[in-house]
């Protein structure tokens, strides 16, 4: 019996679609599993590939793409009329690491600012007790000071006259709004006259709120504008990003930067779950054939988020001898004080901020550490974060990997930026 090439096309066409559509929920079930508690036409022409409508992603040479215009921020914060009055304190601290501190700033100046009162420079709490630092040990505190000034006044300390039993703790959601300040808060805080905010995440997704919702300007100012970092750690994070560019002479300076961390890997077991073989985290073998399929040369510079070397991460380095952890590329006489703890703050910080200047940031882990990094990029100007799978082929393009949060515009920051 003869072959109809007719039916023979139509079957091949319904497996493509059936790997596209995999490939397609997979990078949303990326993004969606971070739940706790239209894209855009790609053109192609040879090795250049340009991402229509957005102008995000213009041009590339192999895997690389250029980065795009720095985004300007489209909240407006008017001067008040008057000097900001204040009734009152709230408290804070900033725990876990710079991507949840970006989250508890920005909790706290809308409750401050909601609640007419005055907002206390937190500390810095790590993960084992004990573990605190200053506020100025990381971060700029006149450029917080001066970026609130026209939002709540700030000081450095809570007057001596205010004891701790007159601080009501209140637990806030992340991403709160005017309407649960006022409900939720006020009255709380109108009874106790000070306050100590502790944000809790039923979420990690960072995406806009619902179609034409306005985001509040204080929230993107807080979120985006008030948190730099000190000139001695900003200086130091410059020093070995230059060390990495170094390296990657032979492709023009670039370097990608992977969030991959062995105890956290190995905690969530990276089992497939959900539609099309989805996962929630890749160890370092399937990063690695990951970058090879989308065309990375074996001199591609790689830096890892992992805190010490492990040999679970040779198999990357075999693959990509120019594989960095942040030992081999920070100056030697900044170890003493910025390596000396395993998992400190200060490498918490570091990690993040050389994830958001990186040519290609890959998250192996699925959580808040990817979703801040993506939103401090695309203010950045630096669309190329790359989503992992597993490609069936041999190769694959690197565009059809960008993360939905870029693809789709629904990350939060396209609300405060244009």
């Not at 192609?44 to 995000?56: R, T």
């Not at 074996?298 to 805190?307: A, V």
């Not at 565009?399 to 396209?414: E, R, V, W």
Request: a negative charge.
């Amino acid at each position: 019996m003869g072959v109809d090439l007719r039916q023979v096309v139509a079957g091949i066409l319904t497996i493509t679609m059936f790997v596209m559509l995999g490939q397609m929920l997979h990078r949303d079930y990326f993004d969606a599993v971070q739940v706790q508690g239209d894209a855009h036409d790609i053109v192609f022409h040879g090795s250049k590939v340009a991402l229509e409508e957005d102008g995000l992603v213009r041009s590339s040479e192999g895997p690389w793409m250029k980065d795009s215009h720095q985004l300007k921020p489209c909240w407006s914060i008017s001067e008040p009329d008057e000097e900001v009055s204040s009734k009152g304190y709230v408290t804070f601290s900033l725990t876990n690491g710079p991507e949840y501190h970006i989250s508890q700033i920005t909790d706290a100046v809308m409750v401050a600012k909601h609640l007419g009162a005055t907002l206390v420079l937190p500390d810095i709490r790590g993960s084992k007790p004990g573990d605190e630092m200053n506020f100025e040990d990381i971060y700029d505190v006149d450029k917080l000071v001066k970026s609130l000034e026209n939002v709540v006044k700030v000081v450095k300390k809570l007057p001596s006259h205010v004891s701790l039993r007159d601080i009501a703790i209140v637990k806030v959601p992340t991403r709160v709004a005017e309407d649960y300040i006022k409900e939720h808060i006020d009255p709380i805080f109108k009874s106790k006259g000070n306050i100590r905010v502790t944000t809790y995440f039923p979420s990690v997704n960072l995406r806009k709120s619902s179609l034409g919702a306005e985001t509040d300007p204080v929230s993107c100012l807080a979120m985006f504008g008030s948190l730099e970092l000190q000139h001695g750690v900003s200086d130091l994070v410059e020093s070995m990003i230059q060390r990495l560019k170094t390296h990657s002479k032979n492709s023009g300076g670039r370097f990608i930067a992977i969030d991959l961390r062995v105890e956290i890997l190995e905690k969530k077991n990276c089992r497939e779950t959900g539609a099309a073989g989805s996962k929630t985290c890749y160890n370092a073998q399937e990063i690695a054939l990951f970058l090879r399929k989308l065309g990375f040369g074996s001199d591609t510079t790689i830096y890892l988020t992992q805190p010490r070397w492990e040999s679970s991460l040779n198999i990357l380095k075999d693959i990509f001898p120019k594989t960095f952890t942040k030992e081999a590329i920070m100056p030697a006489d900044k170890q003493s004080k910025y390596l000396e703890l395993e998992n400190s703050e200060y490498e918490n910080v570091i990690d993040f901020y050389i994830s958001s200047r990186s040519d290609v940031f890959v998250p192996a882990i699925s959580g808040l550490f990817y979703a801040n990094t993506v939103g401090k990029r695309i203010a950045l100007g630096k669309p190329q974060v790359l989503v992992p799978a597993e490609i069936s082929g041999t190769s694959g393009l690197s565009t059809d990997y960008i993360s939905p949060y870029i693809s789709k515009k629904n990350h939060l920051a396209y609300s405060c930026f244009c």
